[in-house]
């Protein structure tokens, strides 16, 4: 069945579009939307796209950095100044996925897709949207909790605080090598300060209905060097707060039985 | 609905065609260009037998809305050999057995070209992530790979 299409070269256009009508979805790099209608998802009446060069643009210069919702991945490998997102980029779809698929469409992303914003989310990123009702910043953690409820808002980009790439770490279990879906998704910052992690950020995809915060992980790592002991600890932390679901790459059980395995590999920097 | 007029680049030749709202580019491309070369698989962006070339860069035309190919040029399968002469990569894969059923085929040579285009001496890590979207169930890749090799060594050889 047709649907409507609408374009705009301005964002703030796209946004008033997409919030005045219900059933209206916003087109990014069709991955997920594309997907839908090809699937035959009549719910979907209307198409809005917005062309807005604002919400292609990469800015990695200042203190934070700051990555347009339109960006795709093939853009993020592109960029040498983000060489520490580009584990999660790779690790997403092949050349084509990447050449098309956007970090923005990333956050709407359904397990087991949305590895982009687990990396996103251990980076204490902000999303910023643009509503009915004017735009805003909110944490993504916030965002992904309220995620069904965003249709009507237009995210414009996320930003996140300039880190030192070696305290950001990244792991993707696929079964399928080397591309697969996400079975679960694992990424840490960890800023060392005299020894000690200050600011530990720890995040897991695939062990609940959005990506999540690990905070049990995140306090067992707290104030702590990164040795044996504390790596322990945040390993037996791993499933604390989780809620993971069966699929057709792993059962909920499996998630639990692994996820401290593949955390202690992460954190002590294993293969 | 009205119908959305769209004009763009095929294999190098002007095309004006007229879509449907929603439209993709693979039902364009074989339905209303009558290019059957790329592949409806999946329509999900999982099989990567529709894969197409849009300025140079490898895509899903299943996944990709019509209308934004407006002024943009897209390459198939149909358009990579020249005249009767085949493309380099299509000898390759003739050579070495890399097409089996030959449904994955057109789909794992533009995503070869595009390796190719930018890196004319891949390695055998390159060619596997080069095809990581494409998927085939007959050949297990081996000969699809050493064919992409083949064709690059080639390259060079002829060069």
């Not at chain 1, 705009?8 to 087109?27: H, K, P, Q």
């Not at chain 1, 992303?109 to 999303?127: E, N």
């Not at chain 1, 080397?178 to 720890?202: Q, Y």
């Not at chain 2, 390159?126 to 007959?138: K, L, P, T």
Request: contains cysteine; aromatic residues 4%; hydrophobic residues 45%.
């Amino acid at each position: 069945m047709p649907v409507i299409v609408k374009s705009f070269t301005n964002a703030g256009e796209a946004a008033a579009a997409l919030s005045s009508e219900r059933e209206a979805r916003y087109l990014g790099g069709g991955t997920l939307v594309m997907r839908a209608l090809n699937e035959g998802d009549i719910s979907i009446s209307t198409i809005v796209r917005a062309t807005d060069a604002a919400m292609t643009r990469i800015d990695a210069t200042g203190s934070r950095v700051t990555i347009g919702a339109s960006v795709t991945f093939a853009r993020i490998l592109a960029e040498r100044d983000l060489a520490f997102l580009h584990a999660p980029a790779r690790s997403i779809g092949g050349p084509a996925v990447r050449n098309m698929g956007t970090v923005g469409g990333n956050l709407f992303a359904p397990i087991p897709y949305g590895d982009f914003t687990v990396a996103l989310l251990a980076l204490d990123a902000t999303v910023a949207i643009q509503g009915s009702f004017g735009g805003r910043d909110m944490p993504l953690d916030e965002f992904l909790q309220a995620r069904e409820r965003q249709g009507g808002a237009l995210v414009l980009s996320v930003s996140f605080p300039r880190i030192a790439g070696e305290s950001f770490r990244y792991r993707k279990v696929a079964r399928i090598q080397p591309k697969g879906g996400s079975v679960i998704t694992l990424a840490a910052h960890l800023p060392v300060s005299s020894g000690r992690i200050a600011g530990a950020r720890v995040a897991l995809g695939s062990m609940a209905p959005v990506p999540t915060r690990a905070r049990a992980v995140e306090r067992a790592l707290e104030g702590r060097a990164l040795d044996a002991a504390t790596i322990a600890a945040a390993a037996a932390a791993a499933t604390e707060g989780t809620s993971p679901g069966d699929n057709a790459l792993a059962s909920a059980w499996y998630r639990r039985e692994i996820v401290g395995v593949h955390l202690r590999r992460l954190l002590s920097g294993q293969e | 609905m009205s119908k959305i007029p769209l004009q763009f680049r095929h294999n190098g030749r002007e095309v004006a065609i007229f879509v449907d709202g929603g439209t993709n580019l693979l039902v364009a491309l074989r339905e209303l260009i009558g290019d059957m070369t790329p592949k409806f698989g999946c329509g999900q962006g999982g099989c990567g037998a529709c894969s197409v070339l849009i300025d140079g860069a490898l895509h899903l035309s299943c996944l990709t809305l019509a209308e934004t190919v407006a002024g943009r040029s897209v390459e198939t399968l149909d358009g990579i050999k020249q005249g009767p002469q085949l493309h380099p990569l299509q000898r390759a894969f003739m050579e070495n057995f890399a097409a089996q059923c030959g449904y994955c085929t057109p789909g794992m040579l533009m995503a070869a070209k595009a390796l190719l285009d930018r890196n004319p001496q891949p390695s055998r890590a390159e060619v596997v992530e080069a095809i990581s979207g494409n998927i085939c169930r007959c050949t297990g890749y081996e000969p699809i790979i050493n064919a992409v090799l083949a064709a690059a060594s080639g390259g060079r050889a002829s060069a």
